[in-house]
């Protein structure tokens, strides 16, 4: 069996913790080293997850035996640390969003492309067993032409729970590029390639504190867009609405489906996007009540599985399915929504990209090709 794909990890915050823990099922990779501005923070997760090595981020770049930099800073720092990696001639994968600005997710996919590197970005949940089983239903003509959809993420935000919530309130945070990341990616790979967008955000809190530790009563001052909804339409004919607030209470849709998708002969109900697998329900048009349909894909995976498809892509010579050109287009069209609301006008997106591969069936848990 050949040596698995080495990872290095950068940003050892909360998140790196589920990739940390998922990594370990897939043979093909394995996290040799970690590296944190704060090196307490990177010894802490070494630790408890056994990663063999704790290193500054330099020395993690010029390791010639590191194959791929697993990218798990805050958003604005994901350009700067995608950049260096790759011109330290690493692939990079990097925590949604690719960057925070279109300019940002250009430059890593030129200077990939010069280099002959591989990008990635999450979120990968939409591999996942709930997504994928929507998607061949949809392939399959289950609710014939997908006409309307509606897509919500609706809550009041991350200040009463998250150690550090700050970057949430910053520019390249907010609803849209936190939790837009996620619908839009699966929106994609169920419908495909957007043709226009309209929309219009605001900042409804301006003002917020902390409620969590260790920061419990400091204040933020809120300088992204903290409500963001609007309407958006695909090239195969589907229009639907979108809303992802940091701004509501007491939502008034299941939470545990918040995807719905209104196809010519039928309704799908498609599971939480912050997660794997969930249920899926279908209900066409002659029938009385909701059926849930069983996956038949995989079941169980974490974070860490889009990553693990890259180094099965990087061992394969075949496209990866997270892929940086993915990412971008979902950049293109968050910042999209912002700009539409600024300037009062439609916005027809600009970056082309391929709807990823089907997940394959009924593979062992963490075999991936």
């Not at 200077?111 to 979120?123: D, E, K, M, S």
């Not at 697998?277 to 038949?296: C, F, K, M, T, Y």
Request: aromatic residues 8%; neutral net charge.
């Amino acid at each position: 069996m050949p040596e698995p794909i080495r990872i290095g990890l950068v940003g050892c915050g909360a998140i790196s913790g589920a990739y940390l823990s998922a990594a370990p099922s897939f043979p093909v990779m394995k996290i040799v080293a970690c590296a944190d501005l704060s090196r307490e923070a990177a010894e802490r997760k070494a630790a408890e997850f056994r990663v063999p090595r704790v290193c500054t981020v330099d020395e993690l770049l010029a390791d010639p035996t590191i194959d791929v930099v697993l990218n798990l800073t805050v958003p604005r720092a994901h350009a700067v640390v995608a950049l260096r990696a790759l011109g330290a001639g690493k692939h990079t994968y990097s925590e949604k969003p690719l960057g925070v600005t279109r300019d940002e997710g250009r430059r890593i996919l030129e200077l990939a492309a010069a280099r002959g590197l591989r990008v990635g970005c999450a979120p990968d949940t939409f591999l996942g067993a709930g997504v994928q089983t929507a998607r061949k239903l949809i392939d399959d003509g289950a609710i014939g032409r997908p006409v309307a959809f509606t897509a919500f993420c609706m809550s009041r935000g991350h200040e009463s729970w998250h150690p550090s919530p700050e970057f949430y309130y910053e520019r390249g945070g907010g609803p849209m590029f936190d939790m837009g990341p996620y619908y839009l990616t699966a929106l994609f790979n169920l419908l495909g390639r957007p043709r226009r967008l309209s929309g219009a955000a605001s900042v409804a809190v301006p003002e917020r504190t902390i409620t969590s530790q260790p920061k419990f009563g400091k204040s933020i001052r809120v300088e992204t867009p903290d409500h963001v909804c609007g309407t958006l339409e695909f090239e195969g004919g589907a229009a639907g609405v979108v809303i992802q607030s940091f701004a509501t209470h007491h939502p008034q849709y299941d939470e545990r489906q918040p995807i719905t998708v209104y196809g010519t002969d039928g309704t799908l109900k498609v599971p939480d996007l912050n997660t794997f697998d969930g249920p899926v329900h279908l209900r066409r048009a002659e029938e009385n009540g909701w059926r849930e349909i069983p996956s038949q894909f995989v079941r169980g995976y974490g974070r860490s599985v889009g990553l693990a498809d890259m180094a099965h892509a990087i061992r394969g010579g075949r496209p990866h399915r997270a892929s940086g050109e993915l990412a971008f287009a979902v950049l293109d069209v968050m910042q999209g929504f912002l700009e539409s609301s600024e300037q009062g006008r439609a916005y027809q997106p600009v970056v082309p990209f391929e709807r990823p591969a089907p997940m394959p069936a009924h593979l062992p848990f963490g075999v991936l090709d």
